[in-house]
């Protein structure tokens, strides 16, 4: 079953505004990843946030970590046009020798210029 | 680099038509997997590899087959196609961190 469910499913902003994106998931996890989908391409690697971090940034993308709450949220600041893309939590649950990752069902997001 | 490569890109089968897809990486990562991608239902692992001559099960597995004879390539097969195996399927590389991904094959089967 899918372990991660992002929301909202679709969300449309103007270029220049903030975009969230949350995701929420069921089981212990060893790290997080968020990932782009350009359509009719492959994911991409966003950033990782690990079970013990809090809060991640990476030029215009922060990302933070709630374990308690079972959920993270993916902000994408100062929109544009290239963002327009599908974003998908993955998440790696905890456990010796995970490797595998399990998506949400991802959030498209369109920033309309 | 090529990165991961996927062989086809786009391909029309008819139930009960055989073939095999392959994944090839040049990063030299022991990790690969196979996904399938349905509308609304984000990507499903289908089966695994940790490393050449090893495979796995993921979540959704029925129907299909997979070999790793050699580390760089990853091979996805029905035996048998129908028309439930209609999606996208990605192929990807990596590990725990981080996982690389193919551009895609659009597979129908009508």
């Known amino acids: 079953s899918q372990q991660g469910e992002e929301d909202p499913q679709a969300l449309s902003i103007q270029e220049g505004e903030n975009a969230t994106m949350n995701c929420s998931y069921k089981t212990s996890i060893n790290n997080l990843q968020w990932y782009r989908q350009n359509s009719g391409r492959g994911l991409v690697h966003l950033i990782l946030?690990?079970?013990?971090?809090r809060e991640k940034h990476s030029g215009r993308l922060r990302v933070t970590l709630d374990t308690s709450k079972k959920s993270s949220s993916l902000l994408i600041t100062a929109s544009r046009a290239a963002d327009t893309a599908s974003y998908f939590c993955a998440t790696v649950s905890s456990g010796a020798g995970s490797y595998q990752l399990t998506f949400g069902k991802g959030t498209k997001l369109s920033v309309i210029p | 680099n090529a990165g991961v490569t996927q062989t086809p890109k786009f391909r029309v089968l008819k139930t009960g038509q055989s073939m095999t897809l392959l994944c090839a990486q040049d990063?030299?990562?022991?990790?690969m997997y196979w996904y399938r991608q349905d509308p609304g239902m984000g990507l499903r692992l289908i089966h695994y590899s940790v490393g050449e001559g090893t495979t796995a099960k993921g979540e959704v597995p029925d129907g299909y087959n997979v070999s790793r004879l050699k580390k760089q390539n990853f091979l996805l097969g029905l035996e048998s196609a129908a028309p439930s195996q209609t999606s996208v399927y990605f192929c990807a590389s990596g590990g725990q961190r981080e996982q690389y991904f193919g551009p895609g094959t659009r597979l129908t089967v009508t």
């Open positions: 946030i690990r079970s013990n971090e």
């Open positions: 990063m030299n990562h022991e990790y």
